[in-house]
């Protein structure tokens, strides 16, 4: 159910996987590890998503966040269209090295989401609730523009 | 490549699923949705984990996190082994509710790793490393106890 790529490193034992210093990301059966991105001074959660093992080494490389659209089937460089660049302030990788944290500043508008709310998440599911309803957005939504990358 | 579940509400329309006050969350191919946990007041992020409809159901009906394992395969109700319970203090979804975000409370010893760190993200990857090595951990090892829940 997951896969190495030879652009990182090995984890021959579980024990070096979740205490060692070898990074050895999991990739699942798609070849993708999903990410989640919270703003750095905030810790606001931003956004969830995917990186293949190209995206990944750009966004350690360079510094900003890269990831891989499900939806265009391709490398996305987040904020080439929007201007929402997200520069990396800290990478880190959880116990068994299969999800990715990226805590960045955002630049632009400051903002992250293709519908146009700062963050993702701007909607609550109740509590006790029946499942079926959530409450209206309560995230800022910025002024238009592009927001599709 | 997603999937609805008859528990909760129908998005008959991208701008319903993402503007709406209906909750359709959207199951993956395996019939789960992706979670990311936060500590609430802190906003720490926990863990990255995984829901089927059922475990989405039930934390939402009894207000603590329940769980899919995908390593054992059930239903797992977080802190029944560890007393590391997570009171769900917020549920949110996202733009197009492919994910859910919990902001918790942690009962016990206020840890979620299995691994026995406060945080299941206690290594950093370096920026402009060589892909292969992390730092080592700077998250709180709790004193040991049962961690396998």
């Given at each position: 159910?997951?896969?190495?790529?030879?652009?990182?490193?090995?984890?021959?034992?579980?024990?070096?996987?979740?205490?060692?210093?070898?990074?050895?990301?999991?990739?699942?059966?798609?070849?993708?590890?999903?990410?989640?991105?919270?703003?750095?001074?905030?810790?606001?959660?931003?956004?969830?998503?995917?990186?293949?093992?190209?995206?990944?080494?750009?966004?350690?490389?360079?510094?900003?966040?890269?990831?891989?659209?499900?939806?265009?089937?391709?490398?996305?460089?987040?904020?080439?269209?929007?201007?929402?660049?997200?520069?990396?302030?800290?990478?880190?990788?959880?116990c068994d090295q299969d999800t990715?944290?990226?805590?960045?500043?955002?630049?632009?508008?400051?903002?992250?989401?293709?519908?146009?709310?700062?963050?993702?998440?701007?909607?609550?599911?109740p509590a006790g609730s029946d499942?079926?309803?959530?409450?209206?957005?309560?995230?800022?939504?910025?002024?238009?523009?592009?927001?599709?990358?």
């Amino acid at each position: 159910m997951s896969t190495s790529s030879p652009r990182f490193g090995t984890a021959e034992t579980k024990a070096q996987l979740e205490e060692g210093t070898v990074f050895a990301p999991r990739f699942d059966d798609r070849g993708l590890i999903p990410v989640v991105t919270t703003e750095a001074a905030t810790g606001q959660l931003l956004m969830h998503a995917w990186m293949n093992d190209e995206a990944l080494a750009r966004t350690i490389a360079d510094g900003t966040a890269w990831y891989w659209s499900r939806t265009r089937n391709a490398l996305w460089h987040k904020g080439d269209t929007s201007g929402q660049i997200q520069q990396v302030v800290e990478m880190r990788t959880d116990c068994d090295q299969d999800t990715i944290w990226l805590r960045v500043k955002v630049a632009g508008d400051g903002g992250c989401c293709h519908v146009g709310y700062q963050s993702c998440f701007y909607r609550v599911i109740p509590a006790g609730s029946d499942g079926k309803t959530l409450a209206s957005p309560d995230v800022k939504k910025l002024p238009p523009h592009k927001h599709n990358g």
